[in-house]
């Protein structure tokens, strides 16, 4: 069975069995506190808690999707049969539960049946993972009373780290939940042992079945939610994997069409360096799905993830001699892949980053390597000189210390890294401190209000790439890949205009920064800031524009501001933009 197999199935199934089929969301979610879309549930989540009516949304609770997913937390685990970056997520829902609605006996129904009749699988093989309970929530019987009836005999019993499943950020939705393992067979471990294994990979967690029954508050505590969900997730690559009985997801034809246009422009061989193939492969379509999401190569959030995987590229095409000048047919296997689906992938546009991006780090890279190769020993001082002189992540540095039999100090590297970032945020906070003159205060909160329009009239993927304001003007440089047509320039400055004719006030709130990113306040460089920072609200009544963590400080009322005005629109590097703008 083919992916595109697989994925038309599972949709279609349910389908017939009255869900509606919800395209896929983007990979950056609404959800400021979290960085990349890693579940299905996450476009759902203001219905699965009740603060959106589903049925005027959806006109119906049953849901279906196929979710591109992102997960940064095992980029260093790429490489080994079980982990990806991108990975797409198959799902089902039943949200709130009426005359119309399933629970838990509707869910371990369709999961039966969908496995079992329309992929075949053995029923005998599957071994369930059920909640065994806590000091504030009992153990899910009625999960276990239901599996039974539909003929399931293995059973396992597992904690909230395994089955409870908790919202995706930090307060939100959550549950039970009831974990579908596939036994492999002996030949792929241990003879006597179950699913989550720590020695072997023989059972393989196949579908997820969340029983969504609480929602967690910001205090951390669990309350009765108002109505029940259900919520469920297959991990696309893994059950694809299983179906072909191959080891992993990179034997399938996700990844195989690209690893053999890999292996016609490299030295080594697939069978050769196994790793260094997965990495790449995975890293290109990763890279991929986050370009099309506009999301630009940089040094902070979801641009450093980019780069990461853009050089971690080109660190391992050095391994096995990939000619990279052959990426352009190395993408197009990536787009038939997977046009058909996700439109929004630009073959050309992917081509041309990833150029840039290569250029750029081709620069460094000879001389970063040079510089390791004078060194007996790595200090954590010198690691960090390293990281920010030549743009080596740490797991760059590593390796090749590794070479060189040197160990690295990860958690000295860290300490350098937070001790500079201290200086720079007491850097920020001394230019924009009690010495700042009126203007500059002003320019300030102009900035805030511009940084949001420029959101509004080129896309959200627009990032704060720096700032510099003086006592005559306003600097700022932003993520964007285009020049900024007359249109856009005067459509950028009529909203600022009108928000400060409208009089929107703002608001100083002091909060911790967890709380502050929960609420949903931009924090482009949240690595400068303290555990306790200034929230800045620009709001007219009950319409909220602006929301920024910033070291201030600000005026308080925009109409104080004057008439703002863009005096020029410039290159400022690869991706890249600058606005000099003024107040009068």
Same mark, same amino acid.
Request: hydrophobic letters at 35%; glycine letters at 6%.
């Given at each position: 069975?083919?992916?595109?197999?697989? =994925?038309?199935?599972?949709?279609?199934?349910?389908?017939?069995?009255?869900?509606? #089929?919800?395209?896929?969301?983007?990979?950056?979610?609404?959800?400021?506190?979290?960085? !990349?879309?890693?579940?299905?549930?996450?476009? *759902?989540?203001?219905?699965?808690?009740?603060?959106?009516?589903?049925? &005027?949304?959806?006109?119906?609770?049953?849901?279906?999707?196929?979710?591109?997913?992102?997960?940064?937390?095992?980029?260093?685990?790429?490489?080994?049969?079980?982990?990806?970056?991108? !990975?797409?997520?198959?799902?089902?829902?039943?949200?709130?539960?009426?005359?119309?609605?399933?629970?838990?006996?509707?869910?371990?129904?369709?999961?039966?049946?969908?496995?079992?009749?329309?992929?075949?699988?053995?029923?005998?093989?599957?071994?369930?993972?059920?909640?065994?309970?806590?000091?504030?929530?009992?153990?899910?019987?009625?999960?276990?009373?239901? $599996?039974?009836?539909?003929?399931?005999?293995?059973?396992?019993? *597992?904690?909230?780290?395994?089955?409870? $499943?908790?919202?995706?950020?930090?307060?939100?939705?959550?549950?039970?939940?009831?974990?579908?393992?596939?036994?492999?067979?002996?030949?792929?471990?241990?003879?006597?042992?179950?699913?989550?294994?720590?020695?072997?990979?023989?059972?393989?967690?196949? $579908?997820?079945?969340?029983?969504?029954?609480?929602?967690?508050?910001?205090?951390?505590?669990? @309350?009765?939610?108002?109505?029940?969900?259900?919520?469920?997730?297959?991990?696309?690559?893994?059950?694809?994997?299983?179906?072909?009985?191959?080891?992993?997801?990179?034997?399938?034809? +996700?990844?195989?069409?690209?690893?053999?246009?890999?292996?016609?422009?490299?030295?080594?061989?697939?069978?050769?360096?196994?790793?260094?193939?997965? #990495? #790449?492969?995975?890293?290109?379509?990763?890279?991929?799905?986050?370009?099309?999401?506009? /999301?630009?190569?940089?040094?902070? &959030?979801?641009?450093?993830?980019?780069?990461?995987?853009?050089?971690? #590229?080109?660190?391992?095409? =050095?391994?096995?001699?990939?000619?990279?000048?052959?990426?352009?047919?190395? %993408?197009?296997?990536?787009?038939?892949?997977?046009?058909?689906?996700?439109?929004?992938?630009?073959?050309?546009?992917?081509?041309? %980053?990833?150029?840039?991006?290569?250029?750029?780090?081709?620069?460094?890279?000879?001389?970063?390597?040079? &510089?390791?190769?004078?060194?007996?020993?790595?200090?954590? =001082?010198?690691?960090?000189?390293?990281?920010?002189?030549?743009?080596?992540?740490?797991?760059?540095?590593?390796?090749?210390?590794?070479?060189?039999?040197?160990?690295?100090?990860?958690?000295?590297?860290?300490?350098?890294?937070?001790?500079?970032?201290?200086?720079?945020?007491?850097?920020?906070?001394?230019?924009?401190?009690?010495?700042?003159?009126?203007?500059? %205060?002003?320019?300030?909160?102009?900035?805030?209000?511009?940084?949001?329009?420029?959101?509004?009239? +080129?896309?959200?993927?627009?990032?704060?790439?720096?700032?510099? %304001?003086?006592?005559?003007?306003?600097?700022?440089?932003?993520?964007?890949?285009?020049?900024?047509?007359?249109?856009?320039?005067? &459509?950028?400055?009529?909203?600022?205009?009108?928000?400060?004719?409208?009089? *929107?006030?703002?608001?100083?709130?002091?909060?911790?920064?967890?709380?502050?990113?929960?609420?949903?306040?931009?924090?482009?460089?949240?690595?400068?800031?303290?555990?306790?920072?200034?929230?800045?609200?620009?709001?007219?009544?009950?319409?909220?524009?602006?929301?920024?963590?910033?070291?201030?400080?600000? /005026?308080?009322?925009? @109409?104080?501001?004057?008439?703002?005005?863009?005096?020029?629109?410039?290159?400022?590097?690869?991706?890249?933009?600058?606005?000099?703008?003024?107040?009068?």
């Amino acid at each position: 069975m083919d992916s595109k197999e697989l =994925r038309s199935l599972f949709l279609n199934y349910f389908q017939e069995k009255g869900h509606k #089929i919800v395209a896929s969301s983007s990979l950056i979610p609404d959800d400021d506190t979290v960085l !990349f879309t890693t579940a299905g549930m996450q476009q *759902f989540a203001p219905y699965l808690s009740s603060q959106k009516n589903v049925l &005027e949304k959806f006109q119906t609770r049953h849901l279906c999707s196929c979710q591109k997913c992102f997960r940064t937390d095992d980029i260093e685990e790429i490489g080994d049969d079980t982990h990806q970056t991108f !990975f797409e997520m198959l799902g089902n829902w039943s949200i709130g539960q009426d005359q119309a609605g399933y629970f838990k006996e509707g869910a371990i129904k369709y999961a039966l049946d969908f496995l079992v009749n329309k992929l075949g699988l053995v029923k005998d093989k599957f071994h369930i993972t059920i909640f065994k309970g806590n000091s504030f929530i009992p153990k899910d019987e009625e999960a276990k009373e239901i $599996w039974e009836r539909h003929g399931i005999t293995h059973f396992h019993e *597992f904690g909230e780290a395994d089955n409870f $499943w908790g919202p995706v950020s930090n307060v939100g939705p959550c549950g039970p939940c009831s974990e579908i393992h596939y036994d492999r067979g002996e030949e792929y471990g241990c003879k006597d042992c179950g699913p989550n294994c720590d020695y072997c990979k023989r059972f393989v967690e196949i $579908w997820n079945l969340v029983f969504m029954e609480y929602f967690k508050n910001e205090k951390g505590e669990y @309350e009765k939610l108002k109505q029940t969900n259900i919520d469920t997730g297959i991990g696309f690559e893994r059950l694809l994997a299983i179906l072909n009985k191959e080891n992993s997801a990179y034997e399938t034809d +996700l990844f195989s069409d690209l690893i053999k246009e890999i292996e016609k422009h490299a030295t080594l061989k697939y069978k050769d360096d196994k790793i260094a193939y997965r #990495i #790449i492969a995975d890293h290109l379509r990763g890279s991929s799905f986050l370009i099309g999401e506009n /999301i630009l190569p940089s040094n902070t &959030e979801r641009g450093y993830i980019l780069r990461r995987l853009l050089r971690r #590229i080109i660190r391992y095409a =050095r391994i096995i001699d990939l000619d990279l000048n052959s990426i352009d047919r190395l %993408i197009k296997v990536i787009i038939l892949k997977y046009h058909h689906i996700y439109p929004e992938l630009n073959q050309e546009n992917i081509v041309n %980053i990833f150029n840039i991006e290569k250029q750029k780090f081709a620069r460094t890279l000879e001389k970063g390597l040079k &510089e390791i190769e004078k060194l007996t020993e790595i200090t954590p =001082r010198q690691a960090f000189f390293l990281y920010q002189t030549f743009g080596f992540p740490i797991e760059m540095i590593k390796e090749e210390a590794n070479k060189k039999g040197i160990e690295i100090d990860e958690k000295g590297f860290k300490e350098e890294l937070k001790k500079h970032q201290e200086i720079s945020r007491k850097g920020a906070e001394k230019k924009f401190g009690k010495n700042a003159s009126e203007k500059e %205060i002003k320019l300030h909160t102009a900035t805030h209000l511009m940084h949001q329009a420029l959101r509004d009239v +080129l896309g959200e993927s627009v990032q704060q790439m720096g700032s510099s %304001i003086n006592n005559e003007r306003l600097r700022f440089d932003f993520s964007y890949t285009k020049k900024l047509s007359q249109e856009q320039i005067k &459509e950028i400055e009529d909203i600022v205009n009108q928000r400060i004719k409208n009089g *929107f006030k703002v608001i100083k709130e002091e909060m911790s920064l967890e709380k502050a990113l929960a609420t949903g306040a931009l924090a482009f460089f949240k690595e400068k800031y303290k555990e306790v920072v200034n929230v800045y609200t620009i709001k007219n009544n009950n319409e909220i524009y602006s929301k920024e963590i910033c070291a201030g400080p600000h /005026i308080k009322s925009s @109409e104080n501001l004057g008439t703002f005005k863009i005096l020029k629109e410039s290159s400022s590097g690869a991706n890249t933009r600058r606005i000099r703008a003024v107040i009068n």
